[in-house]
């Protein structure tokens, strides 16, 4: 009945469940893992070395896991599948190594636990930027709040760009009465780039509506 247990959760569960023997191969994988991986059936999966299904970058510290697992220790980590391209879709999985020892408590096997979580870097990352937009607001409304002068409050807002935002340099300028229109800078924060000049800026008009700034260098 055991067996018969484990055998209903290894077909149904919707993660990928995997055995690995004792020289690192797959011995079986699930219908969820197979389609996870974009394998057709198990046959073409058994007696592969597991670790050819991690990353080269991550794959001597799936080996040191593996062999941990082997010792008696249950391993939780991270890892990129191989043959994927270079890029920031790569697919990235979480996993789990469990110790299953035979009858005479002998460790001859790993059952192993994964899920696809490539969107949740995404996810992680596109937060990540929504907070700091809300916490550059936000200071920017506290900053808002505070000043007494114009250059100040404009100054503060450049520094909230830069220590909030993430921006290497934010400037704001104004635009000249006298024509040709020159752009005086009238506040900044950040690194400076050599070869960039508020002085070097002119406002070009093109027919009735003002365009953007263009270099006059």
Known sequence: MGLDRYRILFDLAPLC????????RLMAMNPAGLAMMGIANEDAIRGRDYLTLVSRSDRDRVRRLMAEAFAGQVCAFEFCAAGEPVTEHRRHFTSCLIPSPDARGHIDRLIGISADISLHPEAEAELRRLNRTHTVLSRCNHSLARAVEERELLKAFCTNLVEVGGYCFAWVGYVGRKRPTRVRMVAHAGHE????????????????RPSACRAAI
Do not use: K, M, Q, S
């Open 17 to 24: 469940v995997h055995e690995i023997d004792a020289d690192g």
């Open 193 to 208: 780039h050599t070869d960039f000049t508020a002085e070097a800026l002119a406002w070009a008009n093109t027919g009735d």
